[in-house]
């Protein structure tokens, strides 16, 4: 295993496209720092004027996780190609006729992919931690908001085993590297979709009130709240809200924005998923035909 794992990470260190995304994942989650820095001074301008304005700034804290919805197209785009390249040059080939176990060839790769997936998350969150607190600042923070940034935050490293362990099954089981890559960008793609859907339709407000009305002569207004028809309710909603928690895509997006109502369901979820995924792939991988 040690011998297959250097062999992983000296291919990985050589690769240029993992660079690449390394440095365009920085780039952005840098500029985007810079990005909220000028529309906080632009906003407080803005309402220094105003009274009793309740201008709250976006801090470091706010946006410590928000490039993780899209960790599942960088994982996806970085592995399938990695792997891809193993079936390209025989390389998957030659580790079996050394006398490598199939088993060991599986974990390798999927403990190298999950270091992948595990760094894309975690660069942006450097970034901001060693940039956005100086230029964004950080809000009074609690011992119990601490914790549950901290919850997020191992929240986001099972995500990262998700994507890598999908990945890592496409890429082992298709050989052909651009149909691998085809089919886990378009797999994490629609996850993304799935996830903004399912984002969307929660948030549909219960009641909206009904703005067509006449003022009456003290100012006010007879209108009353109208009941929403695309609010979900009963069994739909109980489904919507289990694809959102359950989609690696949903949790990316309730991390991102701070608002996790069930936590520990989320971590069960990414672990029954990860476990499944690998034995799945392990089980489908001994039986291929590489031939």
């Known amino acids: ?3 297959l794992l250097t062999a992983n990470f000296m291919r990985l260190k050589k690769s240029k496209l993992f660079w690449i995304i390394s440095a365009f994942t920085a780039v952005i989650n840098y500029f985007g720092l810079v990005d909220a820095y000028d ?11 105003m009274e009793d304005s309740a201008f709250e700034p976006t801090t470091a804290m706010h946006v410590l996780y928000s490039l993780t919805p899209i960790l599942g197209l960088l994982a996806a785009l970085m592995i399938a ?12 080939r030659n580790k079996l006729i050394c006398g490598q176990p ?25 970034i901001t931690l060693a940039v956005g607190i100086p230029l964004l600042g950080v809000p009074h923070v609690t011992p119990a908001s601490l914790l549950q940034l901290l919850l997020f935050g191992i929240i986001g490293l099972l995500l990262s085993t998700v994507y ?19 089919t886990a960008i378009l797999l994490t793609f629609g996850f993304l979709i799935c996830g903004m859907f399912c984002s969307s339709r929660l948030e549909e407000p219960e009641y909206y009130f009904d703005y067509e009305f006449i003022f009456m002569e003290d100012g006010s207004h007879p209108s009353e709240p109208l009941k929403n028809p695309h ?10 809200q289990f694809l959102y928690d359950f989609l690696p895509s949903g949790q990316a997006i309730q991390i991102s924005n701070l608002d996790v109502a069930h936590p520990y369901r989320l971590l069960l979820y990414s672990l029954g998923i990860t476990g499944a995924s690998t034995l799945t792939g392990l089980t489908f991988f001994k039986k291929k035909d590489l031939k």
Not at 85 to 90: C, G, L, P, S
Not at 231 to 240: H, P, Q, S, T
Request: proline share 1%; with cysteine.
């Open 102 to 126: 199939r088993g060991r060839v599986y974990l390798a790769n999927l403990l190298t992919c999950i270091f992948i997936a595990v760094l894309f998350y975690l660069i942006p969150v450097v």
């Open 164 to 182: 890598a362990s999908l990945c890592t099954l496409i890429g082992m089981l298709v050989h052909n590297r651009s149909f691998s890559l085809l």
């Open 1 to 3: 295993m040690s011998k």
């Open 81 to 92: 190609i990695f792997i891809g390249t193993e079936y390209h040059d025989n390389t998957m």
């Open 39 to 49: 529309m906080n001074k632009k906003l407080a301008n803005w309402h220094a004027g």
């Open 231 to 240: 609010y979900l309710e009963g069994n739909a909603r109980l489904l919507v």
